[in-house]
T-cell receptor, first 112, second 114 residues
Framework: SQTIHQWPATLVQPVGSPLSLECTVE??????LYWYRQAAGRGLQLLFY??????ISSEVPQNLSASRPQDRQFILSSKKLLLSDSGFYLC???????????FGPGTRLTVT | GDSVTQMEGPVTLSEEAFLTINCTYT??????LFWYVQYPGEGLQLLLK?????DKGSNKGFEATYRKETTSFHLEKGSVQVSDSAVYFC?????????????FGQGTILTVHP
């Protein structure tokens, strides 16, 4: 069966520091991968999606970037965090021929 | 563009009460529809789905029917439990060249009291 992992689970970082969040998927190959941010426990904002290695599409211009160095690895990064980057970050995957997405456990980021 | 509108909530019910959470959508073509549930501090879990008109998705006592004529996908459960307390999200996938992207509603908080 497929599983999706995210780490770290929680992170507290000062303003201006770098960020790296990692997401890995097991049990499937060539998944579509997604990064979302959720503010205040409610609506989800799609940040990036990827349909293959090295292929990244950005939905919202911002202080963040994403990379996909391996088929089942998706990384969210920032060179300098802002207070507004605080939130709950969720990674998700979907198959190539199915449209439902499966979410990881999330990373709670607090920028101080 | 595509959009999903769901009742704002919060919804507060007593255990064993009947639950309805309304969801309506706007989309071109024939989207697939989903309900996700999020427990406190966790990621989203797929609760149920429907991929064409008149399909009924069901799981864990929850049901939703894809109504194309009213562009709706309301979530129902006949008898809620305290453990159903969570945030519920309605979502659609428009298909085509959307690369599997989901459009989410804002979520509805459900609290069930003993």
């Amino acid at each position: 069966s497929q599983t999706i992992h995210q780490w770290p689970a929680t992170l507290v970082q000062p303003v201006g520091s770098p960020l790296s969040l990692e997401c890995t998927v097991e049990g499937t190959s060539n998944p579509n991968l997604y990064w979302y941010r959720q503010a205040a426990g409610r609506g989800l904002q799609l940040l990036f999606y990827s349909v293959g290695i090295g292929q990244i599409s950005s939905e919202v211009p911002q202080n963040l970037s994403a990379s996909r160095p391996q088929d089942r690895q998706f990384i969210l990064s920032s060179k300098k965090l802002l207070l507004s980057d605080s939130g709950f970050y969720l990674c998700a995957w979907s198959g190539q021929s199915h449209y439902e997405q499966y979410f990881g456990p999330g990373t709670r980021l607090t920028v101080t | 563009g595509d959009s999903v509108t769901q009742m704002e909530g919060p919804v507060t019910l007593s255990e064993e009460a009947f639950l309805t959470i309304n969801c309506t959508y706007t989309a071109t073509g024939y989207p697939s529809l989903f309900w996700y549930v999020q427990y406190p501090g966790e990621g989203l879990q797929l609760l149920l789905k429907a991929t064409k008109a008149d399909d009924k998705g069901s799981n864990k006592g929850f049901e939703a029917t894809y109504r194309k004529e009213t562009t709706s996908f309301h979530l129902e459960k006949g008898s809620v439990q305290v453990s159903d307390s969570a945030v519920y999200f309605c979502a659609l996938n428009a298909g085509g060249t959307s690369y599997g992207k989901l459009t989410f509603g804002q979520g509805t908080i459900l609290t069930v009291h003993p």
